[in-house]
């Protein structure tokens, strides 16, 4: 079974989301195979990471335009 | 000294006017009287305060823009330049902006300009765009010293640090302010890439709010690609801003929280998410365990001899009702048997002798069947069902 790394994956946390909320509606199928089951829940484990990653990110920053330099300026 | 003409002296002055920097572009308050406007569609009127009166023209190509109907005692701020009209020897002012100067007049121009942008469909829902669920990037257009910018900040820190805001510093109130949140907006929507943006203040007096009813503001909000959240002071006040923009939050803080999702609520979601995996998972599992097992259970796995016990059964069955079936019909051929037997019994001369009846023989040992064949004495001999006994005969 391919196991995606977490960090490897390219989505945004709102891509992320969403498939795995997908994953979850498939999962609950009850005519879902045992086999793309298993690889379901793995992907689904995998995207849990990425999310939980994702929300643990060091915060962003806050700039504050600046007429002087015509750039966004961090505001700290 | 020369003389001059009265048309010299006055185009004379009207170059001294007209070289002046103030005199070309002014701000004046002060109160409408004689309002008139013309089937031209030019508006005259005077304004006036205690000391002084001012002769005023608004042309229709400037007047088209009023955010407001100007009406005799109204206060405004007129915004123009000072020229000399030469055929009556007057100054009078070109007037071409004029904001309400008061509370009475911000009420009665707010009604009309949010009826004017209503039937012209700033406020229509279907120009309303949908908010991002997950904002990379939002912008922030108000005071930076104001505390709608600290509540702003505070919330979306405490909800979702995730975001990137980037802020662009304008004044909220004043004069210059609608121009700068209006050009503010267009610098995001031109230069800067953001997914949403907040434009706001703190609470005020509706002076205060008065940017935000400007139709430079409302018309940046409508031609603005980025969604517009507009959250002017506070629950009770409404302005156009509110209306033309996607969504309108009652306070800064509530439009941060409109903005960005709870990373709480986010958390606690993903927690129930891989529980609700986990549980389906092993659900799964043990189905399809309990499955195999039913599977592995079957009788035909365990017994494979039930099948063929259940035809011996039925030959079984099948024999018990052959043997049945030849029984009766034996049973009848015997029946018949026994009656064709006594028939054939009660027709033999011994039945009859059995019966109490016996057979006459005479000395030649023929049967007697008339007595007149017989004489006295005779010898018969008598046959009866026991034994045979002599007899004479003897006639009377």
């Given amino acids: 079974m391919m196991l995606t790394h977490p960090k490897k994956l390219a989505l945004t946390f709102e891509q992320a989301l969403k498939r795995l909320e997908d994953v979850i509606a498939c999962l609950e199928r009850s005519d879902c195979p045992l086999e793309e089951a298993l690889a379901l829940y793995q992907e689904g484990m995998t995207l849990l990471v990425h999310c939980r990653d994702k929300l643990d990110d060091a915060e962003k920053k806050v700039t504050i335009f600046s007429k002087e330099t015509g750039k966004f300026e961090n505001i700290m | 000294m020369s003389v001059l003409t009265v048309g010299q002296l ?10 002046d920097a103030m005199l070309n572009k002014l701000r004046v308050s002060g109160e409408i009287s004689n309002f008139k406007y013309h089937t031209s569609g030019h508006m005259y009127f005077t304004l006036k305060d205690a000391s002084a009166s001012l002769r005023c023209v608004m042309f229709k190509s400037a007047n088209e823009r009023l955010a407001f109907r100007p009406a005799d005692g109204f206060k405004v701020v007129a915004g123009g330049r000072l020229s000399v009209f030469e055929r009556d020897g007057q100054y009078q002012m070109y007037v071409e902006s ?8 911000l009420f009665a121009a707010f009604e009309m300009l949010k009826k004017r942008l209503e039937a012209q ?19 922030v257009v108000t005071s930076p010293t104001g505390a709608a910018l600290r509540d702003i900040l505070a919330t979306l820190s405490r909800r979702f640090p995730q975001s990137e805001v980037r802020i662009v510093p304008v004044l909220v109130q004043g004069t210059e302010a609608a121009a700068q949140i209006a050009e ?30 400007e139709e430079a503001v409302a018309q940046a909000i409508y031609n603005s690609r980025i969604p517009v959240v507009s959250a002017v002071g506070h629950e009770t006040d409404f302005t156009i801003s509110d209306f033309v923009a996607d969504v309108r939050a009652a306070t800064p803080t509530a439009a941060a929280e409109q903005v960005v999702p709870d990373k709480h609520e986010l958390l606690q979601f993903l927690h129930v998410a891989e529980k609700r995996m986990f549980m389906m998972m092993r659900a799964k599992i043990d189905n399809n365990r309990r499955y195999l097992e039913s599977l592995a259970n079957a009788r035909e796995i365990t017994r494979p001899n039930v099948r063929i016990d259940q035809y011996r059964q039925v030959l079984d069955s099948i024999d018990t009702r052959l043997k049945d079936r030849l029984a009766y019909v034996l049973q009848g051929c015997a029946a018949r048997l026994n009656y064709l037997d006594g028939k054939l019994e009660a027709l033999s001369p011994e039945a009859v002798l059995a019966r109490g009846f016996a057979i006459c ?36």
């Fill in chain 2, 10 to 19: 006055t185009a004379y002055i009207k170059d001294l006017f007209a070289a």
């Fill in chain 2, 98 to 105: 004029m904001i309400p100067d008061g509370v009475g007049s």
């Fill in chain 2, 184 to 213: 503010a907006i267009n610098f995001f929507n031109t230069f800067s890439d953001v997914d949403v943006l907040i434009i706001g203040r703190g609470g005020g007096s509706i002076e205060e709010l008065w940017a935000f009813n």
């Fill in chain 2, 121 to 139: 469909g700033l406020f229509a829902q279907g120009a309303k765009v949908k908010l991002p669920r997950f904002p990379q990037c939002i912008g």
């Fill in chain 2, 361 to 396: 023989l005479d000395e030649a040992g023929t049967v007697v069947r008339n007595a007149d064949s017989l004489n006295d004495a005779d010898f018969l001999n008598i046959r009866l069902h026991q034994g045979i006994v002599g007899a004479r005969v003897v006639k009377t």
